[in-house]
């Protein structure tokens, strides 16, 4: 059953102030390189600042431009951070267009910031090169459409850079005429186009009633993120793709999906798009696959395949962050191809629910569990130091967070994947395209009555979610280093004075009880995909696999947790007897080196840093630091 916090919005706006943006930097600011220190809470931080710097720290840290990708990222991880880089490229562009009040033309030269954004869209161009397509084609479906997804933010963003430079905007006819980037829109729309088509392959309707597949490779699985991710991409077609007569046959002569079966020119706005949006969505909602807390648990497999039985009636209770966040963005486009108020409705149920799952109460706008004197402070001025301080410092589990900050639940012990800690970024970047003040723009009757209302109706929902966000950023920057790179686990960021070892080994203790692994879950996204029921053909496996969900229920999941990850890092990258799902498992490798996984600091220390464990910090995780300020900017501007 869904969770319906709406009864709460009415209080809300008056609780929660927002303070007034700075406007547009001054040119000495911005570029990056000054003011990033927010260990002091009261300053006024520049959150576009930030976000250019977590960028750009990403860029110069991770990507090698001789070979134009990451590295250490995977196929599917390096799509979701071209996804990010473009996305900052357009808030960037964006700013430029919208000109915040106090941004004078000479403060925020276009000219100046062009070249800034021009220099990381050359990124994005080698990457279109550097992306490994042809593995990805052999992966699952939900790998393809986060490359779907990629390329669609890249025609978006060269329409939107493209008129921003524009001659008369310039107002200058001997100035920039024609900006190159429209010249890739074509490639771009290729790519999105293949993919799309390649991942069409995984809708099924003979088990369950329809739904993608989650992989071609393992049992039948029909999950929350596949099918998130066909509704988003499949409407993201329908409305940003430009068309494509490239018949490039990418086949692999197996005849199944090379270019003599497809079809051979493509038309903007092609009907088949929505529709395919619509059904997935329509199919999703109807599915069960919300748990008690109204939030999208992974997936359902099928029992007794041999038997007979096609309904998806073995769910898997795990709960991951990125699986109520892809499906923002798909109902944002769902309600701008029909002007359906349901479609925003929907969403925004969501994200309550999301909130509500980190410990944070919209109402009072305050986390549950803080409840020292201080409390009264944060609500007027959530980003001051009080912020820092809670009689509980950190309080057990409420579902996806504690302390009103996103969490996933391998973050608090240090076991996230490389999966893993992708997916705090993921559900930022689909937030913050849900709620960005420009996103109800452009609409055929955006000036009607009715458009107006809904427009404002959003904006208002979007405008209680602010504090809760701005919380989080600024959790997520107290965990960057001296070389500003983004941990994992946000909420020990806000804890200025660090967290010890106790801390978190009682945090575990707590949370075994509160169930960050919940009965019936199997994490197969950090923990990799087991053998046995429900995932591979029993024959294929001795059973020595353990099945996690009857381990959580005796609730030692964390120790077994930790020690599968210790099997996977010593196993490189995979647990004994696991079959490689997908050539990204093989590339999963830790290349953050040895040192990262000894734990520095003391017991009882203060400057023990937790977000060393593990996999420490990566791309993926910078990937985080920088999706939440994006969307901190974006959705803000709904103030
Ligand atoms: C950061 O701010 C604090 C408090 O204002 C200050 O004491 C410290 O010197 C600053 N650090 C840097 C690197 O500027
Ligand atoms: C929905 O899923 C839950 C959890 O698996 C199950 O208990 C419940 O019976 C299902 N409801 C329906 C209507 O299938």
């Not at 600042?49 to 995977?74: I, K």
């Not at 999105?192 to 392959?201: H, Q, T, V």
């Not at 270019?259 to 909602?285: C, E, I, M």
């Not at 830790?590 to 996984?597: H, L």
């Amino acid at each position: 059953m869904r969770v319906l916090w709406v009864a709460v919005v009415a209080t809300a706006a008056t609780v929660c102030s927002a303070s007034p943006w700075t406007g547009c930097p001054s040119t000495p600011t911005w570029p990056p390189g000054v003011d990033n220190n927010v260990t002091s809470p009261d300053q006024d931080w520049d959150v576009l600042n930030l976000m250019f710097n977590a960028l750009s720290t990403m860029q110069d840290t991770y990507f090698e431009r001789w070979v134009g990708t990451w590295p250490e990222g995977n196929d599917w991880t390096r799509a979701v951070i071209n996804t990010h880089v473009v996305a900052a490229l357009r808030t960037i562009t964006d700013e430029l267009n919208r000109k915040r009040p106090g941004a004078g033309d000479g403060e925020c030269s276009i000219t100046d910031k062009h070249h800034l954004i021009a220099g990381y869209f050359a990124d994005v161009i080698a990457y279109y090169f550097g992306e490994d397509a042809f593995a990805i084609r052999r992966q699952a479906y939900d790998d393809m459409l986060w490359v779907v997804l990629s390329w669609l933010e890249s025609i978006q963003f060269v329409k939107e850079h493209g008129n921003l430079l524009s001659p008369s905007r310039l107002g200058s006819p001997s100035g920039i005429t024609a900006w190159y980037g429209d010249r890739w829109t074509p490639a771009f729309a290729h790519r999105s186009r293949i993919f799309w088509e390649l991942a069409a392959g995984g809708w099924d309707t003979k088990l369950c009633g329809g739904g993608m597949i989650w992989s071609p490779h393992v049992l039948p699985y029909k999950n929350a993120v596949t099918n998130e991710l066909f509704i988003s991409a499949s409407i993201a077609m329908y409305l940003h793709f430009p068309g494509d007569a490239n018949n490039s046959p990418f086949g692999d002569g197996s005849g199944s999906d090379d270019a003599s079966n497809a079809k051979f020119y493509w038309q903007p706005r092609d009907p088949v798009f929505g529709k395919a949006a619509q059904n997935a969505h329509t199919w999703l909602t109807a599915s069960n696959m919300t748990n008690d807390q109204g939030l999208y648990t992974d997936g359902f497999h099928i029992s007794g395949l041999d038997s007979g039985n096609t309904r998806c009636d073995e769910r898997n209770e795990m709960v991951y962050t990125y699986n109520q966040g892809v499906i923002l963005s798909g109902l944002l486009g769902l309600y701008q191809a029909t002007g359906h108020e349901r479609y925003l409705d929907e969403g925004h149920s969501l994200i309550e629910n999301v909130i509500h799952a980190t410990g944070f109460d919209l109402a009072r706008c305050r986390p549950f569990d803080m409840v020292n004197d201080d409390d009264a402070a944060i609500t007027t001025k959530e980003k001051s130091s009080p912020l820092r301080r809670s009689t509980h410092k950190l309080p057990p589990w409420r579902g996806l967070g504690r302390l009103g900050i996103l969490e996933d639940a391998c973050d608090a012990s240090g076991t996230c994947s490389q999966d893993g800690q992708t997916f705090k970024s993921i559900w930022m970047h689909h937030f913050a395209k849900f709620c960005a003040p420009t996103s109800l723009l452009k609409l055929k009757d955006t000036y009607s009555k009715s458009a107006h209302d809904v427009r404002a109706r959003h904006r208002a929902r979007c405008q209680r979610y602010i504090p809760w966000l701005r919380r989080n950023a600024h959790a997520a920057l107290g965990t960057r280093d001296e070389k500003g790179l983004f941990g994992m686990w946000w909420t020990v960021g806000l804890f200025a004075e660090g967290v010890t070892v106790e801390e978190v080994e009682e945090v575990e203790k707590g949370d075994r009880y509160s169930g960050r692994w919940p009965k019936g879950a199997m994490d197969y996204r950090n923990l990799g995909v087991p053998g046995g029921r429900g995932w591979m053909p029993e024959d294929e496996f001795p059973s020595t696999e353990q099945d996690v969900s009857s381990s959580s229920a005796s609730g030692t999941e964390t120790d077994s947790e930790l020690e599968s990850q210790k099997a996977e890092k010593s196993s490189g990258g995979r647990r004994a007897g696991q079959k490689p799902l997908a050539s990204r498992d093989l590339d999963a490798r830790d290349v953050s080196g040895a040192t990262r996984d000894e734990e520095q600091g003391t017991a009882g220390t203060a400057s023990w840093d937790p977000n060393l464990r593990g996999r420490g910090r990566t791309l993926e995780t910078q990937a985080g630091g920088l999706a939440v300020l994006r969307a901190l900017w974006v959705v803000s501007g709904n103030e």
